[in-house]
């Protein structure tokens, strides 16, 4: 007896993954679950093809990424509203990560020539040798993919990669494997096929880890760095990490509060404040605690946000919450979650006297919470700011430069803005990374082109029909140990 079409189709489902809209529930599509063997198909088909463009000129490549540029600026509001249906951000936002998106690739694809030519060294002591740098791809370059920013995070790794001569296998994140195929449709839309899409959940990412890849870009959560980075040990496979944040905003005594104010209240509740480098802490001198906290209440009453991606990470919200209530924080406004709004939404919450111990001052809480967290002086700020395991990016506010300076030497992380906050981020030509739990190597920029190449040293002869320099160490004319002592006296025997 056969099946019917009904059950047929509800079986091919089963084996599906389905993505879901946070807004609702409802089911946005179906993508297929890759497991081993066709990771390892993709795989192949990405060294096939990374044969051909990795023999391009790094000019070649850069007009060539123009083009997909061109592509992505085409498709721009198609590509934002798969984002928009998968992640539930609001409509702006989603094309805002797009435009995000455009401008890197734009940067990176201008760049590249000037950023990956072979480089000129200085030859001393061998004086009669040219010493050069030169920037080759290492293969096929793994990508794994987080949900919050599904277009322009993994363009992050894109870029860089794909300028520098890589092919990439993409694995997007599960709750958003919509965005990330439809990325590499865009990107191989352009003309030639660079990207190849993986779906699935953990165990793709896994076997994706394990397919023979050259290197592998993770953005995510610590937990699951150090889950890959087991995995890249036993093949020696190079990684970069870019993993989490705790940013902290630091209002010096002569600060302008309500400019402060107004960027955190951007910098923390954009995307519902599921943002690797939101302001998560206000860290506050006396002088402008009351004014900082005021403008941060009147700003966040009057916002709307979208609702939180993750199934379950309310939960984690509110326990943030309820820890910082315990040791003697307080909820100044929101703190709740709002069923009114949507079935995932929670309020923009600012909460005050926080302190360091407190778990909403030392983990990621990834959701529209702001602390505030009063200090006696700036000393004390630096300390409260350098408090947390994380250093992704973080700000400062302050007139007087030679305290900005002192911030800036002081505070450990990957990047910080004056003034400002989370625009490190958004300047394609700014290195963008982290230090200790905020993850290791650098996107963005030449530092990101560089990170996905093989360095190569190059040494030629000035002087043609030179004998190698190499046959003195073995032949008649060695010279004796007590010459070239004397020899090294002479020329470095004295300080300069």
């Not at 609001?90 to 734009?106: G, K």
């Not at 993409?170 to 990325?183: A, I, M, Q, R």
């Not at 430069?401 to 003034?419: K, Y």
Request: charged residues 20%.
């Amino acid at each position: 007896m056969g099946i019917s079409l009904t059950e047929e189709v509800a079986r091919e489902e089963a084996a599906a993954l389905a993505s879901l809209d946070p807004r609702d529930g409802s089911v946005v599509g179906h993508v297929p679950i890759h497991g081993p063997a066709e990771v390892a198909a993709a795989v192949v088909r990405a060294r096939e093809a990374q044969v051909g463009w990795g023999r391009l000129t790094p000019r070649e490549r850069g007009a060539h990424l123009r083009r997909v540029r061109a592509e992505l600026a085409r498709r721009a509001e198609e590509l934002a509203e798969v984002i928009a249906a998968e992640t539930g951000k609001l409509r702006f936002e989603a094309v805002a990560e797009v435009a995000s998106a455009v401008m890197l690739l734009s940067h990176t694809a201008a760049r590249a020539q000037r950023a990956l030519a072979p480089r000129k060294v200085g030859s001393y002591p061998l004086f009669f040798k040219r010493a050069e740098v030169r920037y080759e791809p290492y293969g096929v370059v793994g990508v794994i993919s987080p949900w919050n920013y599904p277009a322009f995070v993994p363009m992050q790794a894109l870029s860089g990669a794909l300028a520098a001569g890589n092919t990439v296998v993409l694995k997007p994140s599960e709750l958003t494997p919509l965005t990330g195929v439809l990325l590499g449709e865009i990107v191989n839309g352009a003309g030639r096929r660079l990207v190849e899409v993986v779906t699935g959940a953990g165990p793709t990412g896994a076997a994706l880890c394990e397919a023979g890849i050259d290197k592998i870009a993770f953005t995510g959560s610590p937990t699951t760095a150090r889950t890959i980075l087991r995995a890249a040990a036993d093949t020696l496979t190079p990684t970069v990490m870019e993993l989490g944040g705790k940013d902290a905003m630091i209002v010096c005594p002569d600060a302008d509060p309500v400019a402060a104010a107004r960027a955190a209240v951007g910098a923390c509740f954009a995307n519902a404040g599921q943002t690797c480098v939101a302001i998560e802490r206000v860290v506050v001198t006396p002088e402008h605690h009351r004014a900082v906290r005021d403008e941060l209440v009147r700003r966040a009453e009057r916002l709307t946000i979208g609702p939180i991606t993750q199934p379950g990470h309310l939960e984690v919200i509110e326990d943030r919450l309820a820890n910082a209530r315990a040791n003697g924080a307080v909820v100044v406004t929101g703190g709740r979650r709002r069923p009114d709004w949507g079935p995932n939404h929670f309020e923009p919450t600012v909460v005050d006297c926080v302190t360091p111990e407190m778990d909403l001052a030392r983990h990621e809480t990834f959701g529209p919470v702001l602390a505030i967290m009063p200090v006696a002086d700036l000393d004390e700020a630096i300390r409260v700011a350098n408090s947390t395991d994380f250093g992704l990016a973080g700000c400062v506010f302050g007139r007087d430069s030679a305290v900005v300076e002192r911030v800036l030497a002081e505070v450990r992380t990957g990047g910080l803005s004056v003034n400002d906050a989370a625009t490190t981020v958004a300047l394609p030509a700014l290195p963008f990374g982290g230090v200790r739990h905020s993850g290791f190597g650098r996107l963005h920029g030449d530092a990101g082109m560089h990170e996905f190449s093989v360095t190569k040293s190059v040494a030629t002869n000035r002087i043609r029909r030179m004998q190698p320099l190499a046959a003195l160490a073995a032949g008649p004319s060695t010279p004796s140990p007590a010459l070239l002592a004397k020899a090294i006296r002479l020329l470095w025997g004295r300080p300069r």
